[in-house]
C-alpha cells in the first residue's frame, strides 16, 4: 500500500472524478523548490517552474483538496514550505495600503482538508485545541478568500485495522463525489 495520504487523496479524486470532476493530484514530494523563503534576494519573487505550474493549477480549480498527516499538531514542514512560497501576496492576497485588510484572490474557490493523526480527534481538540485545523481554515485559506474550507480529520491510524482503513477510503470517496 502506498502512504495512507496518498490512498486518501486517491480515493477523493476517484470520487470526485466519477462525480464529473476534472482532477489532477500534486505530490509535494515530487515537487523541486525551495521550501524557505529568502527575504534577502533582492528578486524574491523568481519562482521555480513547478510552483509556478502549481499556481496556475490553483487559479484554474473551483476546489482544492490538501491531504497531509498531522505533526505537532498542524502539518508537515514541506507543506508549510510549500504554503510559504505559493499563497504569497499578488497570487492569494495582495496587501491595502494603510490596512489591516487584504485583498482576497483566491476567492470563489472552496477547499477539503484530510488531515490524518495518530490521535483521537477529542484529543486533538482538547490538548492542541485544532491549531493545525484552525491554521489552514482561517489563517491560510480563508485569509486568501477560500471558503467553505471543511476538514476531516482521519484516526488515530497508529494501530487502524484493515477495516477502519478501508473505511476511511470509502469516506473520503463519498466526499469527493459530492465535493463537500
Known amino acids: 500500500m502506498k502512504s495512507l495520504c496518498t490512498e486518501l ?11 464529473g470532476a476534472t482532477c489532477s493530484i500534486i505530490h509535494l514530494c515530487q515537487l523541486d523548490f525551495d521550501p524557505l523563503r529568502h527575504h534577502h534576494l533582492k528578486k524574491n519573487n523568481l519562482y521555480e517552474p513547478d510552483l509556478i505550474k502549481v499556481q496556475d493549477e490553483i487559479l484554474k480549480a473551483n476546489h482544492l483538496v490538501f491531504v497531509y498527516p498531522n505533526w505537532w499538531g498542524t502539518y ?7 504554503i510559504d512560497r505559493v499563497f ?6 495582495n496587501y491595502r495600503k494603510k490596512s489591516f485588510h487584504c485583498d482576497k484572490l483566491l476567492s470563489g474557490k472552496s477547499a477539503r482538508v484530510i488531515v490524518t493523526m495518530n490521535s483521537p480527534r477529542w484529543y486533538y481538540y482538547l490538548r492542541y485545541g485544532q491549531s493545525g485545523h484552525i491554521s489552514m481554515r482561517r489563517n491560510i485559506l480563508g485569509y486568501c478568500g477560500i471558503k467553505p474550507v471543511r476538514i476531516s480529520s482521519i484516526g488515530p491510524v497508529k494501530m487502524a485495522r484493515e477495516y477502519r482503513i ?5 469516506k473520503v470517496e ?6 463537500k
Open 9 to 19: 487523496a486517491l480515493s477523493y479524486l476517484k470520487g470526485a472524478e466519477a462525480a
Open 76 to 82: 508537515p514542514a514541506l507543506f508549510k514550505g510549500f
Open 88 to 93: 504569497l501576496p499578488g497570487f492569494a492576497f
Open 166 to 170: 478501508r473505511g476511511w477510503l470509502r
Open 174 to 179: 463519498l466526499l469527493g463525489r459530492n465535493m
